[in-house]
């Protein structure tokens, strides 16, 4: 993490050892986990894929160039870490090339097929259960009983739950783009970029009220106004603040059944009432340029759970390293368990 990321957007546990993540492709392991059954008939050719320092874009366009079909036809669920060893499914819509020997030798040696089946559905963003996490941290340094700390604060708070600082693009040029969008400076190449750039926006925001909140000593707790998710659910609704059914929220908080949300900035009104809406159009509106842009583009708002559920979190050390284990539904960055561990330092950013 940069060091720019880490002051705009603090932690919640007290962060005082520090490590190496990513000293080699295999110290970073992630696997899409799926809760779909393929009908092994019609149009779309699914390939279960693992890539080691390769991106998802270029996995696609690859399988693409192979089945001699246009990138457009190509699907996955999700992007993947380029510098780890990643297991996830892409699908391509009526492949002219579909034998999967043939297609393994036009693939580089980053690419392998481990399975392949027929759907009638293409695969969409977005379309998987969760993402499960083999993490290797190296050469710990500092307080271990710190770290032991938070370990134990994450499996018992969860983490909050940020965009990671790959959704920002590169020392966070695309929010810069996006501004520059919306004020007419800059020129996006395509639709694909003026989605990013939107999702960019929101995020910024988002990540924002976020940060706020735990500055403000209310992350995990509940103001006036606040509208909550069912976890594992897209759903969410206006809870209330006294009386019975604020303890009942209380306790279904504490036991991590709903998260407390924060905005996904859109052209309509925030779903939240009271100081909690205040609070997110307080930190909203000192961005105006992107509140504007986002009204002209109709974007529209959602919510976004706030806390992050880290499950079937394990962990051992040997010797100076610490190897994690754990699984984050869809949406959730490992780098945002990682951050309220420990310090790292990325090899791959210092390569």
């Known amino acids: 993490m940069s060091n720019a990321y880490n002051q705009l957007f603090p932690t919640c546990n007290s962060v005082t050892a520090s490590g190496r993540i ?24 699914w390939l279960y894929v693992q890539k080691i320092n ?15 079909v246009a990138s457009r036809q190509v699907g996955y669920a999700g992007l993947k870490d380029r510098h780890a060893v990643t297991r996830q499914w892409f699908s391509i819509q009526l492949p002219k090339v579909d ?3 043939a297609l393994q030798s036009a693939l580089t040696d980053e690419i392998e097929i481990l399975q392949a089946d027929r759907h009638n559905k293409k695969l969409k963003t977005g379309g998987l259960k969760a993402n499960q996490f083999k993490l290797m941290i190296r050469d710990i340094q500092g307080d271990r009983q710190q770290l032991e700390q938070n370990i134990a604060l994450i499996r018992r708070h969860g983490v909050p739950n940020y965009f990671g600082e790959q959704r920002f693009g590169h020392d966070m040029g695309n929010v810069d783009k996006a501004a520059g969008w ?31 909140r735990i500055s403000s000593d209310c992350w995990s707790t509940p103001l006036d106004g606040d509208v909550f998710q069912l976890a594992g659910s897209r759903s969410w609704f206006l809870g209330a603040t006294d009386g019975s059914e604020a303890k009942a929220i209380a306790q279904r908080l504490a ?3 709903i998260h407390i949300t924060a905005a996904l900035w859109g052209e309509d009104v925030v779903a939240t009432q009271g100081s909690a809406a205040a609070l997110e159009q307080r930190v909203a509106a000192q961005w105006p340029d992107m ?32 190897q994690l284990r754990f699984m984050l539904p869809a949406g959730g960055y490992a780098t945002t368990v990682i951050r309220e561990i420990l310090a790292t330092r990325d090899a791959c950013a210092l390569a």
């Not at 390769?54 to 001699?68: E, H």
């Open 182 to 212: 919306f004020t007419g400076s800059f020129r996006p190449s395509n639709r694909k970029l003026k989605s990013l750039l939107i999702s960019t926006a929101r995020s910024w925001i988002f990540n924002h009220i976020v940060a706020a």
């Open 291 to 322: 509140l504007e842009g986002m009204r002209q583009h109709r974007v529209k708002q959602d919510r976004r759970a706030i806390r992050l559920s880290v499950n079937e979190f394990e962990h051992s050390w040997q010797r100076d390293d610490l």
């Open 255 to 257: 036991e991590q059944d």
């Open 54 to 68: 390769s991106n998802t874009d270029w996995v696609a366009k690859q399988l693409a160039n192979a089945c001699q």
């Open 99 to 101: 034998d999967v020997e």
């Open 22 to 45: 990513r000293t080699s492709p295999q110290d970073f392991q992630v696997t899409e986990l799926h809760d779909f059954e393929l009908s092994g008939q019609g149009e779309h050719l």
